[in-house]
């Protein structure tokens, strides 16, 4: 099974992030035949549910790009179906407590290490025969930090076993800080919040990615030591494209 | 950012809410051409999910109503993606006890009032770039009072911080009071029923739907005091149209 | 196979019509649990393609009345592929000419009588195994008659071997003659055209009908001989529901 | 109401039932040609959703099988809204305790029995006017029995008021047992917990199915007194015939 | 009825144009929500068809744009049903002919300027009740010149009574001159074709386009004298936006 | 660019082609899995049309099969639309004449061979950036050969410049011959017609292909000296593995 996100880590890179917020084959294929080492279809804050991400995942068949999803919320059904249609890696919204976090991991996991079902449809389809034997040690799962109880709890929360990693939410942590939710935070609360996470993450062994908006922002990420890094979805890029566009055309 | 609604309650009349049922951004198109205050998208006993509901409310945005969502049970992942979504109101099934009520409270409201994650992809493009300051007052919650219980805690349910109002389903409370499950009823006990809710709403502070049937009993709701009413959704109105053109044509 | 359209024509009564111009299989589902002789999907004026009218056919499955389409134009693939699809009538607009009116006839009939290619994926599943033997005779044809030069060379387009009959468009047919388009017409003008395609059909053998809008029309229009008469769209039945509701509403 | 499952049962003999995991309604207009008695579903690891499987059900409404779904996990809202959707049967997965088994029986029962919400908008429209008065009575509940746990907790599981039946997952049964994940197994092991989950099921006066893949194991599990069999999606039919298919035309 | 481009042209000025390859709703209300004087949805190279163009235009409701079509060819029935749903104006490839322009123009206009045939099914509800009197006035018809044929005829096509303009195609324009094809050309012999369509358009009164990539070739043309220029699709857009941001990222 | 069924020819063998009748991405991606040398996607007989035909080119995208798709008729519209949508070969149904021949072969090729229009949207992604230099080579350009007509003009369209080769459906070649509609056909006049066919083909250098259903007959015609040959469609594959499953439950 290929996994480019962690063959990118084994190489003590870090990996570079797509993010599709628009529900369509289209854009997600796109987004695809650009060289980022992971993309994950954003089922919670973009406009994305499991009917468009199935079409977007199958688009995306030919990419050597690791495949992920982030889910709406901690519920296991949507979580194991994404897995089931595919997708190698889950980004887990709101983890604020280990006990969250060890439900996450287990929605992940085939027993004996997890309650993950068994019937991985299209995954052993496209990621081979074998895949039942390896999908514990392969499937990512990223617990997304960005509350202040999380940030509380955040040495606990990394210590769940079989957690690959955590991933770190800015707009939420900031608007859960008291701070202006945005992204590309330079507050020094939010700041030093985003140290703790990144610390603490690496301490336990885990990974630890961030999302981001520009790209000068998130090579500072990487610069900081983050191992997964993303620069906006394709939403954005897209908008942002048609801003300076028109804003070109219009001046005279 | 406009609100109908809200408007139309600032003004100390009554909302009339049109209510779709059916999955078609043609079919919610029709509706929103037509003078309804507030129109909602029935993810729950509507044939609606998400992946309908949101070219639903693309086809409605030039619509002058407030569009809302009553979203298929007290779940946050679905609460919260209406919301990013656009909709500008949550009426939420079989709230019982004022933790549900707390909970989904919570699930509309940002920090520091709430856990609503920040992400509010289509929200700020259709309501402006202030919505993030402004959607905890604009955001409209209602709870769905509608069991035996809820009856019991009614006024532990309208006491809830934050929460809008309360908002009738008589189908399930006569159903849970011993009564025939239908709308416009007039059973004496759930007559009853009704009236304590918005009784108890009203001392609160908090405004009071109820979903009816027909204009007559609407009407008679108004009068009774509530801020907001349902004439039957979209698809009753076809089918009620189709049956009456067909006795017609039918009739020597 | 069941052909409810034909059981009326062999009763010598006249068809009512449903009319689906929603794309939509729940509004096709709705419709055809009323109790019409025949619905027609309408693809030229409805807001329907091969994409959303193949799940309409399949929810009208249940159904007992045959079920039609309105192709856009006289073009060959779409017509083949709604009989295809399991469509028993074709309705094709804008047949001005009889050969034209040939050409259609050939698009819906197999060798020897036509061109229709054979390949009955769904209708053979639907319609039973003898649909290939029994289709030339099954399938309805109807040509309208719309036009100023359709209404000079009626007589010549009724004689078209094969074809079921013909279906006067009134907008259309206004139109031309230099009246405003609408339907339910009672301009002389149009009357008498109406009155000459009638009678052209009927002494051909074949048979006529007329798009209507209001009950009382269309039943005037059976009066006057017409085999089928449609009473309008379901958008139009749902759109003046809903003004009738919010009138009844907004009146004190 | 037809319930082709339930007079199967009356006559004291197996159901055959049809799986569904394509999000097609063409392949399941297929599978409902053919005569099983009765065609779940698969909203979990079929790659079918809400939004799928509605015209999946619509496609079917001419079929005499039982239509059922299975759900993605116990989460009340999809329960119900397959239901509304006409579903005549839920099959429930990870059921491994008496309460989640109680809470599962609610969500498909209407008050007094449970707490399902009311407004069955297309059960009412598709099983009759009286849907609301015999669902209670008619709408299967099967728990499924696949873990170590819910295998200590089985007695206590079918001994849950108003529930239909089990329905074994061998996959994940023998995954939990420490066994490969497969189907039409015959471990030892694995053998020991299907007897012991069909002899409490029939000893509660249940009923018990079991998912299994091949005709000759379904019918071996027939005889040792399942209720209830499945032999394989539509999606294995499918690839297995293809398979052979190209075996057939590559070997010379 | 408002018409964004038609004032813009009373103005003396040049449209700006967005472009629309993507079928989807999402990108679509995107694209609207920046400032272009027209949004054209591209069925012919774009990847969009009637099924997909219908909820763009739906979703692009709250528009100030002139909402357009490209059709896949000069085929009636396509360019009818774009009309019905809303379109104003209509790009037609490949007229190389006045005759084919006069058919062209006649499938744009209701008797007795052409054949249109009657039935605004969505254009009514959107562009007000007075559409059928107006829409032959306010229709855009604009034919592709974009051959050597084309550009022999074009005299005489542009003396088509009541087409509105033509659009240059330079990628066909240039191939069917022997030149590579490719947008924003500098090809001497390319560039006098575009010269020689511009000054007979504008000689017989008519409008000229232009399809365009970058912003700064469409100023130029706009310089030149052109009414209207496209500067790229969406899906240009984005993809340039990706490649640039991750050149960046990728760039030490 | 790779073309396996260019390379299969290459080598002097005989390609085998899957076929796609249902319009889903999944059932493609299933097919797409499994070896054939080239898919054909139908929009004729199959129950696809562009909307889901180009999600189902996405879902094999990473499949080594040379992707092609069966037209609804001779109409330019289409077929330039699958090109464009990474189709590499066409199958062209009732090419009568050598007119049509001539026709077809242009709306395929670009200028100077023809006047395919130039804007490969999607083609150029998944072909590479040369695709416009080597598309007219690399499309397979198929001309169906299935009636009397097509039989007594068959040199003449053999000769027609730049087409790949002939298919036959027998089908509708048998229907034409006043024989039974059906594949695999043993009728001594069939046969006949299909050796004429195939060495017509041959002595003008071009590729014959033919729709078969069973392997064996596939085979046999490979025999013969077919160039290419279909097995069916995954309808029939499915429905004919369900028959064969039910048929070995219900027998004791």
Known sequence: MRNRLRDVWTNRSAGING???IPSPVTAEIVSQHEFDSITVDLQHG???YTSALPMLQAMGHSQATLMA???WLEPGIIMKMLDAGALGIICPMINTPEQAAQFVGYCRYAPLGER???PTRAISVHGSDYASVANEQVI???MVETRTALANVDAIVATPNLTGVYIGPSDLALSLGCVPKLDHDDPIVMEAIHTVLNSAHRAGLKAGIHCLTPAYAKAMIELGFDLVTTGSELRALSASLSHLLS???TP
């Open 47 to 49: 406009l994305v549910d």
């Open 117 to 119: 079902s068994f019937g």
């Open 70 to 72: 982030r889910v709406p």
């Open 19 to 21: 993010w599709l917020a």
């Open 248 to 250: 070109t055309m219009r």
């Open 141 to 143: 799962a990223l617990a």
